[in-house]
Nanobody, 126 residues
């Protein structure tokens, strides 16, 4: 019922920027957390950033803090991930995910998210 669609991935030079979008439909997300995760070839899916659609609070992985910004728009139906100062190690498939808030806080593990998009590829060249 709930559908998440990512877009905005592509090829970018190191130091460049990209904006990823996650559009949600089919459910109410005002009390949800929406997170971005990424998975590089041969590696596990890892947390990148998330936002509470309840109070707007955010959380970031240490590896992207200061470079990436997560923000909501379009009456809580869309979440953006602004990626700046991209590095080759940022190369991965990026997924958006949504799940209920736990005790009003943002979860940072994939198992805490119920709905997932199909992913969008981000490739950062040297």
């Amino acid at each position: 019922q709930v559908q998440l669609i990512e877009s905005g991935g592509g090829l970018v030079q190191a130091g460049g920027s990209l904006r990823l979008s996650c559009a949600a439909s089919g459910g109410a997300f005002s009390s949800y957390a929406v997170g971005w995760f990424r998975q590089a070839p041969g590696q596990e899916r890892e947390f990148v950033a998330a936002i509470s659609r309840s109070d707007g609070s955010t959380s970031y992985a240490d590896s992207v803090k200061g470079r990436f910004t997560i923000a909501g728009a379009n009456f809580k139906t869309t979440v953006y991930l602004y990626m700046n100062s991209l590095k080759p190690e940022d190369t991965a498939v990026y997924y958006c995910a949504a799940g209920p808030l736990h005790w009003g806080t943002i979860a940072v593990t994939p198992r805490d998210y119920n709905y997932w998009g199909q992913g969008t590829q981000v490739t950062v060249s040297s």
